[in-house]
């Protein structure tokens, strides 16, 4: 008998969602920025500490109003990493900038604060800080940098809803921070996220964006007397139904990630023979990078190891997937932006890591059966080879593993 399928990923319903859509019906108003939209966007202002969240209909969006907010323009230069999905520098790229790519850390695959300066020039506006799998980059030190700088600091926490890091939520650390709810995310509402107005600064203008460039919020709450075209902006709102939608997973939102960190720990520990052995890499664990388990990842030794396991556990009915390939080397990426060095670190984990299936609905037991698989794979391989790991990567690049463990925050 064909073992059920394990999915990569899996949307879900937790609560209550459809209940929340009917009464968004009900209500007369599903276009957006009516009930459920304020309730959505109080929720992210006091279980993540903003002073202002503005529900969007992707983090994409988020972005390109975080790109209009600090009014990047043509030959600006926007630092990112080159690990990230292409939104992270397509919303700079429209308003003319010119990503500039620096290499990532092996422990958290995060940028690599201690390459930036090094890429800053007279026309870098801003850096934007990406939180691989809701890890936290080293958010004092990119403070530090910007500070000295004078530049501005964007968060990329698509991944990272509710990850604390050093006493504040991931996501308003930054001038601006982007959250994402597609159905892949830990909270979901199929597309959707939200812009977290950290600088108190922008949030007058960020309505405006906000509402296709008018002054509606300024008008409703009597501070103008006209209604009017102000400002560059554009439709940026999700439905209500999206909305309603969203809220009821946000009521769970605690108790969803509280799941994923089980099955996340699961993972590690029966994986962690196989690092032992030095067959893979598992994602480093220490307790200044908390993290929200939105993804699990293995380092194979190679890319032909990597598609061998995918297709070795899709013969199981179990989907596993690598994820992004490097913008920095990408067609778009070598027209609109460059790459500030080698950026070894990231050409050497886009093509080992794989991620394995982490969803809602998945026990304990599915865990079991996916590291079976991956443990009967490597029983079942003859090579004794040993994986080159990202750490001797960094190593080649004069950064001893014990410095890019423990550098400062």
């Known amino acids: 008998m064909k073992p059920s399928h394990i999915p990569f990923n899996k949307p879900f319903v937790i609560g209550k969602e459809l209940f929340y859509i009917a009464q968004a019906v009900m209500s007369g108003t599903i276009s957006g920025d009516g009930m459920f939209t304020k309730r959505c966007q109080k929720w992210l202002e006091e279980q993540l500490g903003c002073p202002k969240s503005l529900l969007v209909h992707s983090c994409t969006a988020a972005l390109e109003m975080a790109a209009m907010l600090i009014d990047v323009g043509h030959g600006d230069e926007i630092i990112m990493p080159s690990f990230t999905f292409v939104s992270t520098a397509n919303a700079f790229v429209l308003r003319g900038a010119v990503p500039v790519f620096v290499d990532i850390r ?4 995060n940028i690599d604060e201690r390459l930036i300066e090094a890429a800053i020039t007279p026309r870098t506006k801003a850096i934007v800080a990406v939180h691989y799998a809701g890890r936290a980059c080293a958010m004092q030190a990119l403070q530090d940098i910007c500070r000295r700088h004078k530049l501005h600091l964007i968060e990329d926490a698509a991944q990272a809803i509710l990850t604390e890091h050093d006493g504040r939520m991931l996501g308003t650390f930054g001038d601006l921070g982007c959250l994402s709810f597609h159905e892949t995310k830990n909270v979901i509402c199929g597309e959707g996220g939200a812009l977290l107005i950290n600088n108190p600064e ?18 409703l709450r009597g501070a ?15 439905s209500e139904l999206t909305a309603a939608f969203l809220f009821a997973q946000l009521e769970q939102a605690e108790s969803v990630i509280a799941h994923r960190r089980q099955l996340h720990a699961k993972y590690h520990e029966l994986l962690r023979p196989l690092e032992h052995d030095g067959r893979i890499e598992l994602p480093v664990l220490n307790g200044d990078y908390a993290h929200n388990a939105h993804l699990f990842y293995v380092l194979c030794k190679d890319i032909e ?18 994820h992004y390939v490097p913008l920095h080397d990408s067609p778009a990426g070598l027209f609109f932006g460059r790459a500030h060095g080698e950026l070894p670190v990231t050409q050497n984990v886009s093509a080992r890591l794989l991620r394995l299936p982490v969803y809602a609905e998945m026990t304990g037991q599915d865990v079991e059966r996916v590291a079976d698989a991956v443990r009967d794979f490597y029983v079942a391989r003859s090579s004794g080879s040993t994986v080159r790991s990202s750490r001797d990567i960094a190593a080649l690049n004069n950064t001893s593993i014990h410095e890019t463990a423990t550098s400062p925050l």
């Not at 103008?224 to 999700?238: E, Q």
């Open 202 to 219: 922008l949030i007058e203008r960020a309505e405006i964006l906000w509402q296709k460039g008018t002054n509606r919020h300024a008008y």
């Open 224 to 238: 103008v007397d006209k209604y009017t075209w102000v400002d560059i902006g554009s439709s940026f709102l999700p």
């Open 305 to 322: 190891e990597r598609t061998e396991l995918i297709q070795h556990l899709g013969e199981r009915s179990i989907s596993a997937v690598f």
């Open 106 to 109: 092996p422990d958290t695959l």
